[in-house]
């Protein structure tokens, strides 16, 4: 399928992928969903590479989204609210550093709105958020079983608000 002109990306790490791609898929707006690996220090790792804690990847997610029918600030409301922002490197039983919560923005009118959304929500944690917000660099797209993976096997990735 021919994306059209305008399509923006954005990227998030929400503990496990299979679970937030489906979130996303669902998402009126959003053309394309690739699941991967990004904010790490070794081109093309692995899923088993990636799990060893040893890349400095996180399991994450690249949307491709009309801004005409989706705007990145509900993206952004998207991404808060299928995960919780305050667990450091996990969601649910899913815990190590390739779970961590991260938006990886693509400009900087991604960063300030980022930035602008992380403080809004921290005001209905009591614990504090720990999301990171850094540039998007390399992301690498996760191995094809990874892809898609809740529609073959129907499951997700639990969320412990």
Not at 4 to 15: M, P, V, Y
């Amino acid at each position: 399928m021919k994306k059209s002109a305008g399509i923006e990306k954005a990227t998030f790490a929400a503990g496990c992928f299979w679970g937030i791609q489906q979130v996303f898929d669902e998402t009126p707006g959003v053309v394309e969903t690739t699941v991967g690996y990004t904010g790490g220090n070794v081109k093309n790792p692995s899923y088993e590479q990636v799990s060893s804690e040893k890349t400095g990847h996180t399991e994450s997610i690249e949307v491709e989204f009309d801004p005409k029918k989706i705007s990145y600030e509900k993206m952004l409301e998207v991404f808060w609210k299928h995960h919780n922002p305050t667990t450091l490197n996990g969601q649910g039983p899913d815990i190590g550093t390739q779970y961590r919560s991260a938006i990886f923005y693509h400009n900087d009118r991604q960063k300030k709105l980022a930035e602008k959304s992380k403080k809004e929500m921290q005001k209905k944690f009591e614990k504090p958020i720990v999301t990171e917000i850094v540039k998007a660099g390399q992301f690498y797209p996760a191995e094809d079983y990874h892809q898609k993976y809740y529609k073959a096997h129907r499951v997700s990735c639990p969320v412990n608000f």
